[in-house]
């Protein structure tokens, strides 16, 4: 009997710390932590439907620790909030009805290359100077916004990677914001739009809660680190860090294909 208690705990511990460092580069980014905890979780033996399910539950929880964290130092502007996250939440909800529903690996393959070179931009470019939108029409810029909000939300409930993989690169480089309020941002837009994510997995009866708890108990500490060090970053490094981490994701996203997920 202590063997096992012993192995269940050290489980949960496992669990704990992969929320912990998930979480931590995520909320740095903006960009969640689905994009690590995801294929961890399925090379520990658990389905890939049940990994993105579970790993989304982590990622609602961390949004709103991370949003709480952010929200002391910046102010998030209201307009543009409710510009993305409205459709992100429609379309976040029907794009986690297609994980339970659909063969998926070709769409993954698509979104993976089109944010490939996204990501590698960010990584070479840096900061990029002013853009052209900051200075249009409140009508292009919040159609811009709305249009982002929709296919963020479609590519997490797909993914389980957060919606940050499409907000955080259009508002730096289309929408023109820092790249700290981005992050900030895009925090605060994943919670509502990782809610309905959630509600539809749930439904699905698609979440491990026996991984999910301990995951986002790990969630809660790197929501409360990661927009620390992503504030004491300098916004070129930052940018370059995203993109990386962008990367990263990115390259799960192709490899899942090829390995049969």
Known sequence: MV???YLINTELALYGVIGLLATLLGSMSGLGGGFLSVPVLYYAGVAIQVSVATSKFMVFINSIVSTYRYSRRLRIPIETFIAVVT????????GAYLVAVLPINTLKVVIGLILLVVGARMV????????????????VYYTLSTVSG???GLVAGITGLGGGIVNVPV???ILGLDPHLAVSLSMACMAPSALTSVLRHFIDGLINWSIGIPLSI????GGWIGPRVALGTRKEKLVRIIGA????????MLLEPLLSL
């Open 87 to 94: 459709p992100m939440m429609i379309t976040a909800y029907y």
């Open 218 to 221: 790990g969630a809660v500490i």
């Open 171 to 173: 508002f730096i480089y």
């Open 245 to 252: 981490i962008l990367l990263a994701a990115i390259f799960r």
């Open 3 to 5: 063997p096992y208690v």
């Open 150 to 152: 929709a296919l963020a």
């Open 124 to 139: 070479v470019q840096g900061q990029p100077e002013e853009t052209p939108i900051r200075s249009s029409s409140g009508l």
